[in-house]
């Protein structure tokens, strides 16, 4: 039986490969034809037109650039450098003058000592009186060759109300200035600055 079947076998092959055309043939024959359709966007916005106002018509468009020339071969590297590297001036020949800060003298260091001329009873803060709070404040101040206070720096603090109140007066000081070799000069001096209670 199993050579009836290998005999038959290319029989059965060429009847199912014909029984497939003509499967294909018919269902080409009798499915019907499609078309394909236009496509059509979908616009949900209304599109309108606007007039320009006169100044917009007025407008002209801007010219083209200009269109970029063809290199030419140089003659040598000089003429390329020359042609292509512009001198940049960074302006480094003038030079700032440098800022000098003046020399700060010790009290004790210098030759006349500055004087007090004008002095600023500093204002007694309020909540620093209502909690009863009184000392002093060690204050460090630069004096310039004019005499003014120029700088200050609390040493020993008593209470921030008090030192800020301390340090507003003694900027409104002045003072004689200090002198070194017949000429005025910046000095640092310590001064305290006394808050008391009036009984």
Not at 24 to 36: D, E, G, N, V
Not at 48 to 64: D, G, N, S
């Amino acid at each position: 039986m199993n050579n009836d079947l290998k005999e038959r076998l290319p029989f059965h092959n060429k009847l199912s490969f014909l029984i497939a055309i003509i499967a294909c043939i018919l269902a080409c024959l009798f499915i019907p034809k499609t078309r394909p359709r236009k496509w059509e966007p979908k616009v949900d916005a209304v599109v309108r037109a606007i007039q320009l106002p006169p100044q917009m018509q007025q407008l002209k468009e801007p010219p083209p650039p200009p269109k970029p020339k063809m290199p030419v071969a140089a003659e040598s590297e000089k003429e390329i450098e020359a042609s292509t590297i512009d001198r940049t001036d960074f302006g480094f020949e003038k030079r700032p003058p440098k800022l000098t800060t003046p020399e700060v003298y010790e009290f004790w260091a210098v030759e006349v000592k500055p004087q007090l001329k004008l002095y600023v009873e500093p204002e007694y803060p309020e909540l620093a009186r209502k909690a009863e709070i009184e000392g002093t404040v060690y204050l460090e101040l630069i004096i310039d060759t004019s005499g003014r206070v120029i700088n200050v720096k609390v040493l020993q603090s008593l209470n921030e109300l008090c030192d800020q109140a301390a340090m507003r007066a003694a900027r409104k000081w002045k003072f004689s200035p200090a002198q070194q070799r017949d000429r005025p000069v910046c000095v640092k001096v310590h001064q305290p600055v006394r808050f008391r209670l009036k009984e």
